[in-house]
T-cell receptor
Framework: NAGVTQTPKFRILKIGQSMTLQCAQDMNHNYMYWYRQDPGMGLKLIYYSVGAGITDKGEVPNGYNVSRSTTEDFPLRLELAAPSQTSVYFC???????????????FGPGTRLTVL | AQSVAQPEDQVNVAEGNPLTVKCTYSVSGNPYLFWYVQYPNRGLQFLLKYITGDNLVKGSYGFEAEFNKSQTSFHLKKPSALVSDSALYFCAVRPYYGGATNKLIFGTGTLLAVQP
């Protein structure tokens, strides 16, 4: 059971480039989340998904897009990278609300992205 | 606005001494409260949670937290600190929206430094 996996671990982008951060989980969790972590700011929710085909914006969605074609995968897309998107990105997953096991989020190891 | 506050950016404690990391929250309804720990270059790991019941909850690695409804606080404690406890600690709250959501609001984090 690998849990939540993220690739790549590190990436440097030039302004205007695009990339996809990959996230996968093998725990059959319905709910998945993308956060960014900036120093002194805690974690901010970018997008979340409550199941395949269903996504919604979080607190800081501008500049990002997501898709959820399968239960396992939840990629995050940056279309036109900007220096403000330099951050550490974490993917997380959980059981659905009301399942009795829905209270804990499981986090991946993170992707450190630098935009120059 | 719903929020979580961790008033201390850093807490310093000597090994063997008790430690407290503070957290206060502001949410509507009955909150679910969590503590997560982040070691360097790692994702967040779940420590403990309060859902309902006994105000003192016990978690991993000897940590415990006390829910105080009147003070809207959920402070993390440990009777005897270890150098290996040095890490970044996040308090999080899951507001009750009455809908299908499992989103968390995170505090800004407190760096715990335990000196030998």
């Amino acid at each position: 059971n690998a849990g939540v996996t993220q690739t790549p671990k590190f990436r440097i982008l030039k302004i205007g480039q695009s990339m996809t951060l990959q996230c996968a989980q093998d725990m059959n969790h319905n709910y998945m989340y993308w956060y960014r972590q900036d120093p002194g700011m805690g974690l901010k929710l970018i997008y979340y998904s409550v199941g395949a085909g269903i996504t919604d914006k979080g607190e800081v969605p501008n500049g990002y897009n997501v898709s959820r074609s399968t239960t396992e995968d939840f990629p995050l897309r940056l279309e036109l990278a900007a220096p403000s998107q330099t951050s550490v990105y974490f993917c997380a997953s959980s059981y659905p609300e009301g399942s009795g096991r829905d209270n804990e989020q499981f986090f991946g190891p993170g992707t450190r992205l630098t935009v120059l | 606005a719903q929020s979580v506050a961790q008033p201390e950016d850093q807490v310093n404690v000597a090994e063997g001494n008790p430690l407290t990391v503070k957290c206060t929250y502001s949410v509507s309804g009955n909150p679910y409260l969590f503590w997560y720990v982040q070691y360097p270059n790692r994702g967040l790991q779940f420590l403990l949670k309060y859902i309902t019941g006994d105000n003192l909850v016990k978690g991993s690695y000897g940590f415990e937290a006390e829910f105080n409804k009147s003070q809207t606080s959920f402070h993390l404690k440990k009777p005897s600190a270890l150098v290996s406890d040095s890490a970044l600690y996040f308090c999080a709250v899951r507001p009750y929206y009455g809908g299908a959501t499992n989103k968390l609001i995170f505090g800004t984090g407190t760096l715990l430094a335990v000196q030998p």
